[in-house]
């Protein structure tokens, strides 16, 4: 298959940060693709973190917008995208394996579009390797150029070729899009894109382009037509939500953000992620005072240890990590708080470690999402020798987990025998004739009934079970 190279990814341009203006694009569909897709499906599968979850329904409202409909069964659909993520080597590899399924559909239907957007694809080494080892996909594109999905599915039935557009820039904002939520009662809502912080082992920065905020104005509408529509909760997104703001004129900050949404009328605010160098004091009293803001942060430190902090260039040290902690445990005193790990930084000491594993006693962390250090092509780490053994880092993620997996339970204990409010989300996976949803502090909790007219509701629910990873209650007459 020939290519049509559009646009290549250039890390060197990746890494850019110039002082522009970021774009606005108000999205307006060409009327030359109304109808592409009709009489036809499409699937996406998504990989990685909300963001891409969010992206995924902009392509979906985008295809079903030109006469796409959703397929039950992606090796039989006429499009299949892979929106994917570069965060982790693991992410890849299970990306690598649906490609090596469907090669062997699109051989049995050369007609069907197989694309691979996303994270993946602004990574220079990812899409050489698509180029050279994966002949069969039609359409290669990135995290900024959404709004070109349907010229690119037309240049790729029209010319038969593959189509490649990855933009290496600092990226625009794009308005308007329509959605296919996931969801009924529950959306996520992007409040900015990108990232300026460049800690040594993420290629976020290179693949999601430079911090840029949409206007209070937008997120606030957005905000007010969910409720309108019903919806009761919404995830305020963003690599780095605590930024908010920043790169706008004025001083508007996320905190002014939360303050604002409280007055709309939605009835649960959640938000990620954090990072804790940008974690102000406004924001933190926004979490006192706003009834609609939920008592969770996620709030990742990557380690506990000052030295590893300074190489991974996190910009904050453990004591100031704390002060934040303790700051917060005194504003919302029912607050809970998780968290992401990386074990096995490279030439991480076992002191080191040790002082991760106190910091995480301290905090008393009620879950985190652990890790053992990735390396990523392209950022600073990846040129770091590793003294660690393969051994050691498993041995030491296992021992992190027996800590993080008490603070589960802890936090799950602490609601025993009281009743929470639950936002209904289905049915569960625990046992027939159970429905499950999550508490203000984002407790899974499961509760024996089966009327699904209850989907989308909040519903108060007696705590009679702690498990680690979940809750199981009575509800409430």
């Known amino acids: 298959m020939k290519n049509i190279k559009i646009a290549l990814p250039s890390l060197k341009s990746a890494k850019l940060r110039r002082n522009i203006n970021v774009e606005t694009i108000r999205y307006k ?36 917008q030109v006469g796409y409909k959703l397929s039950d069964d992606p090796m039989n659909s006429d499009v299949v995208l892979l929106n994917t993520c570069a965060i982790r080597e693991n992410a890849e590899q299970r990306i690598w394996g649906v490609l090596g399924q469907l090669k062997g559909r699109k051989r049995e239907n050369p007609d069907m579009i197989v694309g691979i957007c996303g994270c993946m694809p602004q990574e220079e080494n990812a899409t050489n390797k698509i180029l050279e080892s994966y002949d069969f996909i039609d359409l290669v594109f990135g995290t900024h150029n959404r709004e070109h999905l349907p010229e690119l599915i037309y240049q790729a039935y029209l010319t038969k070729a593959k189509v490649v557009e990855v933009l290496s820039n600092e990226g625009t904002i794009l308005e308007d899009t329509p959605k296919i939520r996931a969801s009924h009662h529950k959306a996520w809502v992007n409040i900015m894109y990108g990232c300026d912080e460049f800690c040594t082992y993420c290629i976020v920065p290179y693949t999601r382009g430079r911090e840029r905020s949409r206007s209070k104005e937008d997120i606030i509408n957005e905000v007010k037509e969910l409720v309108e529509l019903g919806y009761k909760e919404v995830t305020l997104l963003g690599q780095n939500v605590n930024a908010y703001g920043k790169d706008l004129d004025g001083d508007y900050t996320f905190g002014d953000l939360l303050y604002d949404l409280d007055k709309t009328g939605i009835s649960r605010i959640r938000y990620t992620t954090s990072h804790p160098r940008d974690l102000d004091e406004k924001t933190m009293l926004a979490m006192r005072d706003c009834k609609s803001v939920m008592p969770h942060l996620h709030l990742p430190v990557q380690s506990g240890d000052n030295d590893i902090l300074k190489i991974m260039n996190r910009k904050y040290t453990y ?159």
């Open 29 to 64: 569909l060409d009327n030359k693709y109304v109808g592409l897709g009709t009489g036809k499906t499409y699937y996406i599968f998504t990989y990685g973190c909300q963001g891409n979850e969010a992206d995924s329904e902009v392509m979906a409202g985008i295809l079903e």
């Open 319 to 477: 004591e100031e990590y704390m002060k934040k902690v303790n700051r917060l445990k005194e504003l919302v005193p029912d607050i809970s708080i998780t968290t992401d790990i990386i074990v096995g930084f490279p030439n991480e000491t076992e002191e080191q470690f040790q002082n991760t594993l106190k910091l995480c006693r301290e905090v008393g962390y009620e879950g985190a999402f652990t890790f053992i250090y990735s390396k990523r092509e392209g950022t600073p780490a990846a040129k770091m020798p590793d003294s660690i053994g393969d051994e050691e880092k498993h041995d030491r993620l296992n021992r992190l987990n027996v800590i993080i997996n008490e603070g589960y339970k802890k936090g799950h204990e602490r609601f025993l025998d009281k009743v929470v409010e639950v936002l209904v989300d289905g049915e569960s996976k625990n046992g027939e004739g159970m429905m499950c949803g999550y508490t203000p502090n984002l407790k899974l909790t499961h509760f024996k009934s089966n009327d699904l007219s209850l989907i989308g509701k909040v519903v108060k629910v007696k705590v009679t079970e702690a498990k680690t990873w979940f809750m199981i209650g009575e509800l409430c007459e």
